[in-house]
Structures are given as structure tokens and as C-alpha cells.
């Protein structure tokens, strides 16, 4: 008999730690090589760790949130071969599966004494994490389907995204009855994965970047009138457009005007960079929380590609799929909530750019035109600078000039 320890592998480039945010294994559960033992997560997203090894599982280095540094001892399996305890460097699923030529993982020896499980494997209880990756249990959580009610079919009983399917199309969904009584109940939750990363992040802009909020009422009639046309005309491979697509062009062109909004600052290095590529930030809520997938180069895409791309990449952070370059690298935000966008909103900039356009809900109001009250389709966008960098004359120039085009969308069009 001989044990393994498995180490926290690199998952990304500049990573130092991830935090634990799944285990697929218990003590005393065995496992074989490639199976997936657990799931970490970085800043940009989840990483699945698979085993090297085929064995037992004696010892787990770390509870669900804990921070994991690189090379760290995660798992302890006991194989059938070998009489000597060995270190084993796992590999994210991720990063195996894109080398052609993966090779097994350098084993040395480890002179420390491997610790002993101290009791037999536990009975599997009910309310234990049924094994599943991440995007199986997203799809699971939107869907209403408990997966401790399902048995899979993948190795070592892992469940499928068809079993879920299968499970929703026997129609075997619980039906909710309404209840009126009293409920005396309080849940502590921890934060973990995404949900503490957004609250680190949200903490982390707050606390170092003074904001300054501008709105400025816009009146998007013309532009609405356009984007149904276009919309009518379009061809089939197309998507429908939204003001999304006009609103990151009109960002595009104001950024070359006020180069310092479309940037990022190193407050502890006191260096701003400038960028020359205006990478667009769509602030997006999936069912995990609030995540900013990346529309790269929008300066040189047009309105069906900016569309396009932002609607790929809606739909790959929603299903959990987007992956860490998906995820980071923007040099301006926009946020949107859609019709719940209410009147004005205070966006928090997504540090370290210095600034965030938030979008309002359009509603139909009186305007006057010199003569007469005119029902027009207007639209607040509330925006936030780092006041540190830019000065509200700045702030007021930018929005001023995003105004400027979005009410007059031919111009939007007209290169130079």
C-alpha cells in the first residue's frame, strides 16, 4: 500500500490561492485517476481538480471557503501500489484539457508522516453533496431539481446533465403547496465562491476609490425608432438588438475624447494606464451572482458584432461556462438592469477602472419643445468616475458627449 498527497495545483497565471468551494470526495470514498475530487475558485472563475491517482481517499486538507495556497496539501489518497508516501501536484481540469501532450505529474518523495484516517468511511448521510460539477448544479438550481433526489449515471455515480433532464421529463418535480403558518426560522449562510468574491470586490472598491456619481436624462426616441427598424429589417443570423450595442459604440467614440475614463489605476503603485483598446465590461447577474463578462476590442466592432458578442457571452456566463479570460481585463463597465432599472442607481466602479455607466429604465415623459409638452422616450444614465482621476467637469464632458450621440444615433454611425 502505499499514500499520495495531492497538491493545490497553479490555476491560472498570478494566482497565489484559490478558495475551496466544492468537494466531490469524502474520507474513505474511493476515486481513479481523471475523476473530478474537487472544485476551487479564483478571482476570474471555477476551476474543477481532478485526481491523478486511483485509491482511497484518507484525509482532506481543507473545509468548503477555506483559501488554499498553490502547492498546498489538499487530499491524501491511499493507492494499492508502491509502500511510499508521495507528493503528487494535481492539474486543473481546465488547463489538462488544453496540453496535447500532457505527461503524468512529477512525483517526490516526502519525508513527513502521512496522517491516518481515524475511523471507517462514513455511511453516506442525505444531506450530503451529491457529485456533480458546478454548471450540472447550476442548471439544477434554476431548474427546482434537489440532486440528492436523483442517482447518476457518469462514473462513480457522478450526475449527468441528462439526468437531470430525464428526471425533469418524468414529471417527478415536487409540486409547492402555499403555507400560511408563522415561520420562527433563521439561517446563517456562509459566503462562499462567487458570492464572497463579490462582496471582497464590492468591499475592495468601495473603501478605496472615491466615487462620484453624475446623471444625466437622455432622450432616446430617435435612437428607439432606429433600433426598431433595424430590428424589423434584420436577417435571421442576427441578434436582436437592445440599447446595449448603441451604448457601447457611443462609449467608444467619447473615450477617444477623454482618454483617462478608459482606464485603470494602480493605487499602491500611484500608475495610471490609459488603453488604447476600449475592452467593455457588461455587468450581468446569473443565478451565482453578479458577474462582468468582457467585450474585447468594442473599437473595432460594429453594432451587430458588439450584439453579438455580448449575447455569447450572457449566455456563457449564465450557464457557467465562461472562462477566466471571458471574465477579467475590462478597462470600462456598463451596468444594466434592464426595465427594473429604476430612475437613478449609484453604480460601484469595478475596481481598478475608474469608471461605470449604469443604465435606466426608458419611460415615456412629457419634454417640452418650445411650445408644447411632447410625450419622449427618455432614459437617466447614472455614472459613476474615480474621483481621484477624473474631475466632475471630466465626468459631465463624457456623459455629456455619450448624451450627445445616443440622441442623435446617425452619428454613432459616421467614422473619423
Known amino acids: 500500500m502505499g499514500e499520495f498527497i495531492i497538491k493545490m495545483p497553479d490555476v491560472g497565471e498570478g494566482v497565489a490561492e484559490a478558495e475551496l468551494v466544492e468537494w466531490h470526495v ?8 481523471d475523476m473530478v475530487i474537487a472544485a476551487v475558485m479564483t478571482d476570474k472563475a471555477t476551476v474543477e481538480i481532478p485526481s491523478p491517482v486511483t485509491g482511497t481517499v484518507v484525509w482532506l486538507g481543507a473545509e468548503i471557503g477555506d483559501k488554499i495556497a498553490v502547492k498546498a496539501p489538499l487530499v491524501r489518497i491511499e493507492t494499492n501500489g508502491g509502500d511510499a508516501t508521495a507528493q503528487v501536484e494535481a492539474r486543473p481540469a481546465e488547463a489538462a484539457a488544453k496540453t496535447p501532450d500532457s505527461r503524468p505529474p512529477a512525483i517526490e518523495p516526502d519525508t513527513t508522516p502521512a496522517p491516518k484516517a481515524t475511523s471507517a ?6 444531506a450530503e453533496r451529491p457529485l456533480a460539477s458546478p454548471s450540472v448544479r447550476l442548471f439544477a438550481r434554476e431548474s427546482g431539481v434537489d440532486l440528492r433526489q436523483l442517482k447518476g449515471s457518469g462514473p462513480a455515480g457522478r450526475i449527468l446533465r441528462e439526468d437531470v433532464e430525464q428526471f425533469i421529463a418524468r414529471g417527478e418535480l415536487p409540486s409547492l403547496q402555499p403555507a400560511m403558518a408563522k415561520k420562527t426560522s433563521a439561517e446563517e449562510i ?34 428607439e425608432e432606429l433600433r426598431a427598424t433595424m430590428n424589423r429589417d434584420r436577417k435571421p443570423e442576427q441578434p436582436k438588438l437592445t440599447v446595449l450595442p448603441f451604448l457601447m459604440r457611443a462609449i467608444v467614440k467619447a473615450v477617444a475624447e477623454q482618454p483617462n475614463v478608459n482606464a ?12 488604447g483598446a476600449v475592452h467593455i465590461g457588461i455587468a ?16 473595432a466592432r460594429g453594432i451587430w458584432d458588439c450584439a453579438t458578442e455580448m449575447g455569447r457571452l450572457a449566455e456563457a456566463a449564465r450557464a457557467g461556462t465562461a472562462t477566466r479570460d471571458e471574465l477579467g481585463g475590462s ?16 453604480p460601484v466602479i469595478n475596481h481598478p477602472e ?7 429604465k426608458i419611460a415615456v415623459r412629457p419634454a417640452w419643445d418650445g411650445t408644447q409638452f411632447v410625450p ?20 459631465a464632458t463624457f456623459v455629456q458627449r455619450v448624451r450627445v450621440l445616443l440622441e442623435t444615433p446617425a452619428l454613432i454611425f459616421i467614422e473619423g
Open 190 to 223: 456562509k459566503l462562499t465562491g462567487l458570492r464572497r468574491r463579490i462582496a471582497e470586490k464590492m468591499s475592495l472598491s468601495t473603501s478605496r476609490i472615491p466615487h462620484i456619481t453624475y446623471v444625466e436624462e437622455v432622450d432616446v426616441t430617435a435612437l
Open 121 to 126: 468511511p462514513r455511511p453516506e448521510a442525505p
Open 376 to 395: 419622449r422616450k427618455m432614459m437617466n444614465l447614472s455614472s459613476s468616475f474615480d474621483h481621484r482621476i477624473i474631475d466632475g467637469w471630466d465626468a
Open 264 to 275: 485603470t489605476f494602480d493605487d499602491e503603485k500611484g500608475i495610471l494606464t490609459r488603453h
Open 354 to 360: 475608474v469608471a461605470i455607466v449604469g443604465v435606466n
Open 331 to 346: 478597462t470600462i463597465t456598463i451596468s444594466s438592469l434592464g426595465a427594473l432599472g429604476g430612475i437613478v442607481s449609484t
Open 284 to 299: 450581468a447577474q446569473t443565478p451565482a451572482g453578479l458577474v462582468v463578462p468582457v467585450v474585447r476590442n468594442a473599437e
Open 26 to 33: 469524502k474520507a474513505g470514498d474511493p476515486v481513479k485517476e
